[in-house]
């Protein structure tokens, strides 16, 4: 009989010999795999695991479990459910079995210390764990095996896909919560009946009816309904990291089995109603606490379609989504959402790009022009080349991006998941205490004084306090147009009161906008000065050009480029000119009319008269002035770093609204200020390759949607509907949510600190308990809906 492998259980196959020395014995396993599990185990100080192990207790996936992961052979769908960067593969887990923060901890303990785990983070309000791992040694389907070594199932997740997990783990939670309250109805009938015999007198024999009676609705309640804690618990007995889980299945636990010793001894007494309400409170408590947080971290974002109609073969044909492949020409009707990015073929569409940017207002959509997943095509029947799929799309990179900022965890929300560990361990030690000294009082039901105490100190709410408000928060300021990309931005925009602007892009437009037009030697109106430079730069790419794309052009022909002077063409047989001053000294043409200090001046003529001078300059954004107006009126010290002169600047900003005004600014010099102003905490805000190392050194940073890509890495956030009065928005959202925290924290640990006392001196029963726990867990998770809304 060939022995069983040490990790798995499985029969190690004759003639292979793979074994280690690991507690004080030499194990043999059936692969490297079960080897390199277990030595890391061993390593990671959990080896308890393997001691608390039985048959009854051993965690083992099945076919159904694994094949979700199986699928992910299937390379179409690998690229769906896995974002790739070189070896480095990342991926989202929704894990089953989340309960609190201390689950979180475990979950980022036991991965992080395996080989080939890059990164973990695990957002408990959304139960999401974000992984990153090198694909040499690793596979989605070890991670989920992983997981399951400590107790937790896990499904691939993307977005979008939430919704239907979401319902399935409902309608479970549906069922439970009825067999508890059908149980628990039935129960309490007999109870009253009990009740009312002892008061006015009852046979024996229809009193042990009624308790037979209670005996037989209140089991399935206990061993039904009650399942999920007592899961909870034997995977903290087998990990010894503790979640609240464990004193509630002993509270239930010892409160059933006391109440069936009674029911066959025939003696004492039993409290099968006060069991079946513990349970159904508790199970309604997490109902509606889970509920509640559905509803805060949902998304506006519209699921892609599952099928999506292609051209192949030059013929249309309907494939499934994740059959879709780059260069592969999509066809997507009026009111459909495009499932994955691509560029626009058809001549022009309106598209509804609010679940990216937060911005309700159509954008308008040209040929030639980028197209995100998850955008809504609005006006008519388009075609479009797909260029990204899966997790590759940039809706896709911000879903990622918000989980891992969530996941981040700031230091008040790492320090509540240290103490949620260590509290369960205290309520323990209390509730043994508490039972002890009442039971040498002689007191009767000094068993259920210890009961209350295990169920009204369970630190639910603690655990919630801070990874439910900053969830709420993140999502929000996310469908108002804000990005959240690290774990610390909403901590520090609560704390800025110190902001510096780039100009260029950021305060600005970045681009030309018409300024000034002063008419010189012709009769020729505005508009059709303005009509015949459009015309001359119809063919135009240059910047300067663009200031006049929205114009209607004259015909103009025979259009030549002179480089680094302008163009020239053909109206009605006669030569126009419209460039820079070099370009009319070239034609020997004078310049009489001054320039205007912090604008670009360029000259309409013809071979013999300067017709008409038109002024540009960098467009200042609308909200500008009046964002800086407000930020000031907040008391925020303002100030601009530029690389312009002062001259430009001060043709376009009004800097009296700001302390400091540092112009012709370097790259370097820009990080330099940053430094020196690091005693306060400082948001920076830019959009620029010069503003990289400036983001990269501020406390906080911001980049603008426009900008370069090497900027929105370095940055903190990102300004995804590129609008400056989504910050105003964004600091107040990011106090509330610092208040919002704070009055949390103060509930949870003033709800424990009172009612444990009381607990202890007997004067709570164990379903009042039970429901004063779930009531204070969901008034936390209500608590923090306010703040849905930026």
Known sequence: MSQACFHCGDPIPIGLEIASDLQDARREFCCYGCQAIAEHICAANLGTYYDKRGEQNAVRLTDED??????????????????????????????????????????????AQQVGIESVHVNVSTRIASISWQKDQLSPKDLAELLADIGYHAQPYVPGERD???????????????????????????????????????????????????????????????????????????????????????????????????????????????????????????????????????????????????????????????????????????????????????????????????????????????????????????????????????????????????????????????????????????????????????????????????VVTCPCALSLATPVALTTATNALKQAGLLITRGHVIEALANTQHIVFDKTGTLTQGRFAIRHIEIINTHLSEDSILSMVAGLEQHSKHPIAQAFADIAPTPIEAIENLPSQGVC?????????????????????????????????????????????????????????QVLTHLKQRGARLSLLTGDTLTSARAILPLELFDDVVTDCLPEQKWQWIRDQQQHNVLMVGDGLNDVPALAGATTSLAMQASSDLAKTHADAILLNDHLATLPKALASASKCRLIIKQNLIWAAGYNATLLPLAVAGLIPPWVAALGMALS??????NATRLTTV
């Not at 989202?92 to 979950?107: D, F, K, M, P, V």
């Not at 419209?578 to 670009?600: C, K, M, P, V, W």
């Open 569 to 625: 063409g053909t109206w009605l047989g006669q030569k126009l000119y419209f460039g820079n001053r070099t370009l009319l000294e070239s034609l020997g043409l004078e310049i009489q009319h001054a320039n205007i200090d912090g604008y670009t001046s360029l000259y309409l003529a013809d071979a013999d008269h300067v017709i008409a001078r038109i002024d540009l300059c960098d467009a200042l954004r609308p909200e500008t002035q």
């Open 777 to 782: 867990s969901l008034l936390v998770v209500l």
């Open 164 to 454: 239907q997990q979401q319902k399935q783990h409902k309608k479970q939670a549906i069922i439970r919560l009825g067999v508890a309250g059908v149980g628990m109805m039935q129960v309490m009938m007999s109870a009253i009946a009990m009740y009312a015999g002892d008061l006015q007198g009852m046979d024996d024999v229809y009193r042990q009816l009624l308790r037979s009676i209670s005996f037989i609705f209140a089991t399935p309640v206990v061993l039904y309904a009650g399942l999920p804690f007592y899961r909870g618990a034997l995977r903290d007995l087998r990990t010894l990291h503790f979640t609240m889980d464990l004193p509630v299945s002993i509270g239930v636990l010892l409160a059933y089995v006391s109440s069936v010793v009674a029911l066959f001894s025939q003696s004492g007494h039993v409290y099968f109603d006060s069991v079946t309400m513990f349970i159904f409170f508790l199970l309604l408590g997490r109902f509606l606490e889970a509920v509640a947080r559905a509803y805060q971290t949902q998304s506006n974002d519209h699921a892609p379609l599952t099928a999506v109609k292609v051209k192949r073969d030059e013929t249309l044909q309907t494939i499934a989504l994740h059959q879709l492949q780059v260069g592969d020409i999509a066809q997507i009707d009026p009111g459909q959402s495009f499932p994955v990015d691509g560029i626009l073929l058809s001549p022009h569409t309106s598209v509804d790009e609010s679940s990216l940017t937060g911005e309700y207002q159509p954008v308008s959509k040209h040929k030639g022009d980028v197209i995100h997943a998850q955008t809504i095509n609005i006006e008519q029947k388009v075609e479009f080349e797909v260029t990204h799929t899966g997790q590759n799309t940039r809706a896709a990179a911000i879903s990622r991006i918000t989980e891992r900022a969530l996941a981040e965890k700031p230091p008040v929300a790492i320090m509540a998941d240290r103490v949620a560990h260590y509290f369960v361990i205290a309520v323990l030690v209390i509730a043994a205490l508490t039972y002890i000294f009442w039971s040498f009082q002689g007191r009767s039901d000094a068993y259920w004084v210890m009961v209350s105490v295990l």
């Open 66 to 111: 694994l094949a979700p992961f199986d699928l992910l052979n299937d390379p179409s769908l690998y690229q769906h459910y896995v974002y790739q960067e070189g070896t480095v593969h990342s991926m989202q887990l929704l894990i089953c079995g989340i309960t609190c923060s201390a689950c979180a901890w475990l979950i980022e303990k036991h991965l």
